[in-house]
Protein backbone atom coordinates (compact mmCIF):
# COMPACT_ATOMS: atom_id res chain seq x y z
CA UNK A 1 0.00 0.00 0.00
CA UNK A 2 1.59 3.33 -1.13
CA UNK A 3 1.37 6.17 1.78
CA UNK A 4 1.41 10.14 0.50
CA UNK A 5 2.20 9.07 -2.78
CA UNK A 6 5.69 7.77 -2.12
CA UNK A 7 8.07 5.20 -0.70
CA UNK A 8 8.99 5.64 3.14
CA UNK A 9 12.74 6.25 3.29
CA UNK A 10 14.56 6.09 7.47
CA UNK A 11 17.42 8.33 8.51
CA UNK A 12 19.38 8.12 11.83
CA UNK A 13 16.33 6.40 13.43
CA UNK A 14 17.31 6.55 17.07
CA UNK A 15 14.53 4.59 18.91
CA UNK A 16 13.87 1.59 19.32
CA UNK A 17 9.88 1.15 18.73
CA UNK A 18 7.62 3.43 17.38
CA UNK A 19 3.93 2.96 16.90
CA UNK A 20 1.27 5.37 15.27
CA UNK A 21 -1.70 5.27 13.67
CA UNK A 22 -2.03 7.68 10.14
CA UNK A 23 -4.83 8.81 8.03
CA UNK A 24 -3.79 10.23 4.67
CA UNK A 25 -5.62 12.99 3.49
CA UNK A 26 -8.24 11.66 0.59
CA UNK A 27 -7.67 7.83 1.85
CA UNK A 28 -10.16 6.84 4.19
CA UNK A 29 -8.85 4.31 5.97
CA UNK A 30 -6.26 4.60 8.94
CA UNK A 31 -3.03 2.61 8.66
CA UNK A 32 -1.61 1.24 11.63
CA UNK A 33 2.25 1.75 11.53
CA UNK A 34 5.14 -0.12 13.71
CA UNK A 35 8.67 0.49 13.19
CA UNK A 36 11.19 -1.39 15.32
CA UNK A 37 15.14 -0.66 15.36
CA UNK A 38 17.38 -3.52 16.76
CA UNK A 39 21.07 -2.38 16.64
CA UNK A 40 21.70 -2.36 12.87
CA UNK A 41 18.39 -3.81 11.41
CA UNK A 42 14.79 -1.64 10.81
CA UNK A 43 11.71 -3.10 10.37
CA UNK A 44 8.47 -1.18 9.42
CA UNK A 45 5.34 -2.59 9.58
CA UNK A 46 2.50 -0.83 7.54
CA UNK A 47 -0.63 -2.88 8.92
CA UNK A 48 0.06 -6.38 8.07
CA UNK A 49 2.96 -5.89 5.11
CA UNK A 50 6.23 -5.85 6.52
CA UNK A 51 9.76 -4.63 5.48
CA UNK A 52 13.12 -4.75 6.76
CA UNK A 53 16.54 -3.15 6.52
CA UNK A 54 20.15 -3.96 7.35
CA UNK A 55 22.26 -1.03 7.56
CA UNK A 56 26.30 -1.13 8.32
CA UNK A 57 26.68 -1.71 12.01
CA UNK A 58 27.44 1.81 13.65
CA UNK A 59 27.86 2.21 17.62
CA UNK A 60 27.33 5.99 17.57
CA UNK A 61 24.09 5.47 15.76
CA UNK A 62 22.56 4.43 19.32
CA UNK A 63 22.61 7.89 20.53
CA UNK A 64 19.21 8.09 21.93
CA UNK A 65 19.54 11.91 22.56
CA UNK A 66 19.37 12.70 19.09
CA UNK A 67 16.22 14.70 18.17
CA UNK A 68 13.12 12.62 16.84
CA UNK A 69 11.64 14.37 13.73
CA UNK A 70 8.00 13.09 13.13
CA UNK A 71 6.15 14.47 9.50
CA UNK A 72 9.45 15.50 8.18
CA UNK A 73 12.46 17.58 9.25
CA UNK A 74 14.16 20.65 9.23
CA UNK A 75 16.07 21.59 6.15
CA UNK A 76 19.41 21.95 7.90
CA UNK A 77 18.99 18.05 8.98
CA UNK A 78 18.54 16.64 5.39
CA UNK A 79 21.15 15.01 3.53
CA UNK A 80 21.90 14.73 -0.02
CA UNK A 81 21.71 11.20 -0.04
CA UNK A 82 17.80 11.18 1.00
CA UNK A 83 16.03 10.48 -2.61
CA UNK A 84 12.84 12.42 -0.78
CA UNK A 85 12.57 15.71 0.59
CA UNK A 86 8.68 15.84 1.05
CA UNK A 87 7.56 15.78 4.92
CA UNK A 88 4.20 13.72 5.39
CA UNK A 89 0.63 15.48 4.92
CA UNK A 90 -2.00 13.44 7.14
CA UNK A 91 -2.94 13.02 10.68
CA UNK A 92 -0.66 11.19 13.28
CA UNK A 93 -2.92 9.37 16.32
CA UNK A 94 -1.82 7.38 18.90
CA UNK A 95 1.70 7.89 18.83
CA UNK A 96 4.41 6.34 21.21
CA UNK A 97 7.78 5.53 21.43
CA UNK A 98 9.06 2.44 23.69
CA UNK A 99 5.32 2.19 24.52
CA UNK A 100 4.75 5.32 26.05
CA UNK A 101 2.62 7.96 24.33
CA UNK A 102 3.90 11.27 22.59
CA UNK A 103 2.35 14.24 23.40
CA UNK A 104 2.90 16.40 20.50
CA UNK A 105 1.53 19.89 22.65
CA UNK A 106 4.93 19.04 24.20
CA UNK A 107 7.14 19.18 21.42
CA UNK A 108 10.25 21.22 21.48
CA UNK A 109 9.98 22.39 17.80
CA UNK A 110 6.82 22.30 15.67
CA UNK A 111 7.52 23.77 12.26
CA UNK A 112 5.26 24.18 9.39
CA UNK A 113 1.31 23.76 9.35
CA UNK A 114 0.61 21.49 12.17
CA UNK A 115 -2.90 21.64 13.89
CA UNK A 116 -2.29 19.56 17.17
CA UNK A 117 -5.67 17.44 18.59
CA UNK A 118 -7.24 18.26 14.98
CA UNK A 119 -7.36 16.19 12.09
CA UNK A 120 -8.21 18.53 8.94
CA UNK A 121 -8.90 14.83 7.18
CA UNK A 122 -11.67 14.34 8.75
Excluded at 28 to 37: E, S
Excluded at 44 to 54: A, G, I, K, Q, T
Excluded at 79 to 108: H, Q, W, Y
Aim: proline fraction near 7%.
Amino acid sequence: RSLSQGSWYFQNPFFNLVAWDLKIPYYPLLFCIIVIRDANVIQLDVDSEVNHVVGPLNPRAIDHREPVFVGGAPEAFLTFSLTTRNSFTGCIRNFMIDERPVIFSKAALVSGAVSINVCPAE
